[in-house]
Nanobody, 117 residues
Framework: QVQLVESGGGLVQPGGSLRLSCAASGYTAAIFALAWYRQAPGKQRELVASVTNRDGTTYADSVKGRFTIFRGNAMNAVYLQMHSLKPEDTAVYYC???????????WGQGTQVTVSS
C-alpha cells in the first residue's frame, strides 16, 4: 500500500509557472509508474504525464513542451513542473501510483490549480 500527498497548487496568471509535488510513502519500492492526472469541472479525469521506474515518460499532447514530470529516488516522490500555463489548464490535479499491469492503483487527494487573470 502507498499513501500519496500532493502540494503546490494555487492561483497563477496565464503564462505563469507552478510546480506540483507528490510525496509517496509506504511500499514505494515496487511502484511501476507515477503520474499526474487532472479533472476540470464537467470533464473526465485525464492523464497529464507519467514517469516509470526506468524514467520513461509520457505526456498529453496538450502539455508537451510546457510541462515536465520527474521523480525522486526510489519512486518516493513525483513532481510536475508547469510553465506557460493557460486557463484551460485549470483543474484539480491528482497524483497516481500504479504497480504495473494488473496491479493496484492509488490516488492522492488532489490539489487545485487555477489559471486566471
Amino acid at each position: 500500500q502507498v499513501q500519496l500527498v500532493e502540494s503546490g497548487g494555487g492561483l497563477v496568471q496565464p503564462g505563469g509557472s507552478l510546480r506540483l509535488s507528490c510525496a509517496a510513502s509506504g511500499y514505494t519500492a515496487a511502484i511501476f509508474a507515477l503520474a499526474w492526472y487532472r479533472q476540470a469541472p464537467g470533464k473526465q479525469r485525464e492523464l497529464v504525464a507519467s514517469v516509470t521506474n526506468r524514467d520513461g515518460t509520457t505526456y498529453a499532447d496538450s502539455v508537451k513542451g510546457r510541462f515536465t514530470i520527474f521523480r525522486g529516488n526510489a519512486m518516493n516522490a513525483v513532481y510536475l513542473q508547469m510553465h506557460s500555463l493557460k486557463p484551460e489548464d485549470t483543474a484539480v490535479y491528482y497524483c497516481n501510483a500504479n504497480y504495473g499491469p494488473g496491479g493496484r492503483v492509488y490516488w492522492g487527494q488532489g490539489t487545485q490549480v487555477t489559471v486566471s487573470s
